[in-house]
């Protein structure tokens, strides 16, 4: 009876193990192309610098997210990043002293892990570009520089029908600005947030 189950356990196994490798592995084409919407959250790290000899911290915004990838090459895309305008709250020393708004629009190449299952893994890397605008204070006229740096996104795709997925991704930004009052130099605000996003993605 031992030897019965045990071999019928090992064809069981072997019939779900063959299944398996029978399903076909998800993957994106190329000349695929995808477009996704959700939200996401840009959380500045939280040692911002210094500026006018203050410590410097800028707070976090969740906004309206999109992207859209085109597939250069079986799995992998190159992706463009955009949202609608984040507000992020300015303290000197603690205390609130303005704010800012900002769009960080982000290309990126990225690479889409093929699997046998629902949830395809992804990452890449980019460059983000960070225009600043609407910077308001009550200690003058502040202006914010706009910000070139590198960025990096990872993340995966959870397919819950023919062209359609639930995506979660991480990205790291490299973003740096200039800041004047009045005219004048007070310091380079040190921002290099990390985003959470959630998205829902439609394959064309």
């Known amino acids: 009876m031992k030897n019965l189950s045990h071999s ?14 029978a399903m076909p592995a998800l993957a994106q084409s190329q000349g695929d192309w995808t477009f996704g919407v959700g939200i996401i959250n840009v959380n ?5 610098g210094s500026l006018a000899g203050a410590a410097a911290t800028v707070g976090d ?10 597939f250069i090459l079986d799995n992998l895309g190159i992706e463009l990043l955009a949202a609608t305008p984040f507000e992020h709250s300015i303290s000197l020393g603690g205390a609130e002293i303005g704010s800012t708004k900002h769009l960080p629009p982000t290309v ?7 699997t046998r299952g629902k949830v395809t893994p992804f990452f890449g890397v980019g460059l983000n570009y960070t225009t600043f605008f609407e910077e308001t204070t009550a200690l003058g006229d502040l202006e914010l520089d706009d910000s070139f740096g590198l960025a ?3 993340g995966a795709d959870w397919q819950i029908s023919e062209h359609g997925s639930l995506r979660l991704n991480v990205r790291y930004m490299d973003i740096e600005t ?4 009045n005219g004048a ?4 605000a040190e921002i290099d947030p ?6 829902y993605v439609h394959r064309f």
Do not use: C, F, R
């Open 8 to 21: 019928l356990g090992s064809v069981l196994a072997l019939g779900a193990l063959s299944t398996v490798l």
């Open 44 to 48: 500045p790290k939280s040692d911002n």
């Open 61 to 70: 915004d969740t906004q309206l997210s999109l992207t859209g990838e085109y």
């Open 108 to 114: 990126s190449l990225v690479y889409h892990v093929p």
């Open 152 to 154: 990096a996104t990872i």
């Open 178 to 181: 200039d800041a004047t009052l």
């Open 185 to 188: 130099p007070i310091g380079t």
């Open 194 to 199: 990390v985003s959470v996003g959630v998205s």
